[in-house]
């Protein structure tokens, strides 16, 4: 690891070490009461006695995660690069990814547990892939057309058929706003599943835990489940950012 990479990164743990002291001296010193904030401390003391409940239950979620990420992902990607060919199409599939943007989990959860009953993963991966439509197709869309024109004319030239051209030109120019957008998706994503969690079905995962633990009283496990929830965030995360280093790599050499 370089002397800048090892800078990046000693800033933000400073920051979080400084912080959970700051939240520590904050919660003894003020008395406050578990049920309102537990110390971090405590905390982390359920997360040793639960930790495979809480491994557990980050599988659970992050496959959910995972295999919704992927399928909104793909339709995304599939949608932008039909919107960018066809005017019609981006006329019907803009407003579209709008809508999608705006539709509150709340409601679309339990629809979709309804629909394919409590016992299945179906209605939450649903879920996340509606979230993560949005971002991935409104970036991917902007990178689509962000490809130079003489680049698509100079291919033309070379009797070039549209499919060599998005292949060769037009999709490796997107690429930096196809991972911005799957940047934002990988984050909202987690949050999205967690969210379907709370509104019945399987009680297998982190978020299904946390209203458990809380409603039990539970309050230090119900922040360890949090903090199992914050660390699959980060897992997703720089996942995504270790892939679009190694694309980035690759298209340099």
Do not use: C
């Amino acid at each position: 690891m370089t002397a800048a990479a090892v800078r990046r990164w000693v800033a933000p743990v400073l920051l979080g070490v400084v912080a959970l002291l700051l939240w520590q001296a904050f919660v003894v010193g003020a008395g406050i009461k578990p049920y309102l904030l537990p110390s971090p401390t405590a905390i982390v003391e359920q997360l040793v006695l639960v930790l495979p409940l809480v491994w557990s239950a980050a599988l659970a979620t992050g496959m959910n995660v995972l295999v919704g990420l992927v399928v909104g992902s793909v339709v995304a990607v599939g949608a932008a690069i039909v919107a960018a060919r066809s005017r019609m199409a981006d006329t019907l599939l803009s407003p579209t990814a709008a809508a999608l943007s705006v539709m509150p989990i709340v409601a679309l959860a339990p629809a979709l547990n309804t629909m394919f009953g409590t016992t299945s993963t179906t209605p939450r991966r649903l879920v996340v892939s509606v979230v993560v439509f949005a971002p991935v197709f409104v970036n991917m869309l902007r990178g689509l057309r962000q490809v130079q024109p003489v680049h698509r004319d100079l291919l033309k030239a070379y009797a070039a058929t549209p499919r060599q051209i998005t292949r060769t030109v037009t999709i490796p120019g997107a690429l930096p706003y196809l991972f911005t957008g799957l940047r934002i998706a990988s984050s909202t994503a987690v949050i999205a599943a967690i969210v379907a969690e709370y509104f019945g079905g399987l009680q297998n995962g982190l978020g299904s835990r946390i209203t458990s633990a809380a409603s039990n009283s539970a309050y230090a496990r119900a922040w360890a489940f949090v903090l199992g929830a914050i660390l699959l965030g980060l897992v997703f995360y720089l996942a995504t950012l270790a892939l679009e280093n190694a694309v980035a790599r690759r298209q340099g050499g």
